[in-house]
């Protein structure tokens, strides 16, 4: 049964990073959407490239994750929500594989579309950035952690609509108030006690936290802890999807 899961969660993975994600237009939205975002931050305080204080390196953890987030949680919903509508999902279960596991390989095409339009961001901040003096092992762990709880939330709000529109409605309802709360432009520290609140809440604070310790330097339990709070959400949102699936499709 095992190998039969693990078999299937490939092979739906491979399927649809060819149908659905790899494609070049998916791709250059996954990237240049958080770009532009950073961009309007830029223009609007006048930060400037180079100096000092490098401005713009230092806006690189949360660009990342903000890439991560559109780009893991983005096609997910719309993938998920689409099969279940012409009935493509249903017909997975009849393979000998088991929901959770149908799920999970859906879940892995978002993480590695995910971390394959990161990866370009990474490539742009290393090369005209000027980023320097990453701690590799942390920046991957963080990376991929923030992909899987970003993809297992694209899962849950796919499964917990009938439509195309509506998951994408939904989705931004999520995203936009993260890209705001989650310390990309704003560091949590500054905000008033109330928002602080809610953006502990976010699993986008925790990303940008690992992320800024992986690329700035930092306290490596502090770290530690941001990827454990990540594991949790991922753990999380993948059982919820897991149960709001079960009870749609029996």
């Keep these: 049964m095992l190998k039969d899961d693990l078999r ?32 309007a931050f830029v223009i609007r305080d006048g930060v400037t490239l180079g100096g000092a204080s490098n401005d713009l390196a230092n806006l690189t953890p949360g660009l990342l994750a903000l890439t991560l987030l559109f780009s893991a949680s983005s096609m997910e919903t719309i993938v998920i929500t689409f099969e279940r509508r012409i009935g493509a999902l249903e017909r997975l279960l009849l ?30 901040a290393l090369l005209i ?26 899962a849950l709000i796919s499964v917990a609509v009938k439509e195309v529109f509506e998951a994408q409605t939904l989705a931004n309802a999520f995203r936009f108030p993260m890209m705001f709360l989650g310390g990309v432009f704003t ?31 930092g306290p ?20 919820l999807a897991v149960w709001v699936l079960a009870r749609r499709v029996t």
Excluded at 8 to 32: F, S, T, V
Excluded at 111 to 123: K, Y
Excluded at 138 to 153: N, P, W
Excluded at 220 to 239: I, K, P, Q
């Design 8 to 39: 299937g969660m490939w092979a739906i993975m491979l399927k649809d990073l060819r149908a659905y994600y790899l494609k070049p237009p998916n791709i250059n939205w996954g990237i240049l959407l958080p770009f532009a975002f950073v961009l």
């Design 95 to 124: 393979a000998p594989l088991r929901l959770p596991a149908m799920l999970a390989g859906k879940l892995l095409g978002g993480v590695v579309f995910g971390l394959v339009t990161t990866l370009a961001v990474l490539l742009v």
């Design 129 to 154: 950035f000027g980023v320097s003096g990453i701690n590799w092992p942390l920046l991957v762990a963080a990376m991929i952690l923030s992909a899987t709880a970003f993809g297992a939330l694209g």
């Design 187 to 217: 560091p949590v520290a500054s905000m008033p006690l109330g928002l602080q609140i809610v953006a502990r809440a976010l699993p986008l604070t925790y990303a940008v936290e690992a992320l800024d310790t992986a690329i700035r330097g």
């Design 220 to 239: 490596t339990s502090l770290a530690l802890l941001d990827l454990s709070v990540l594991t949790g959400f991922s753990a999380l949102f993948f059982g």
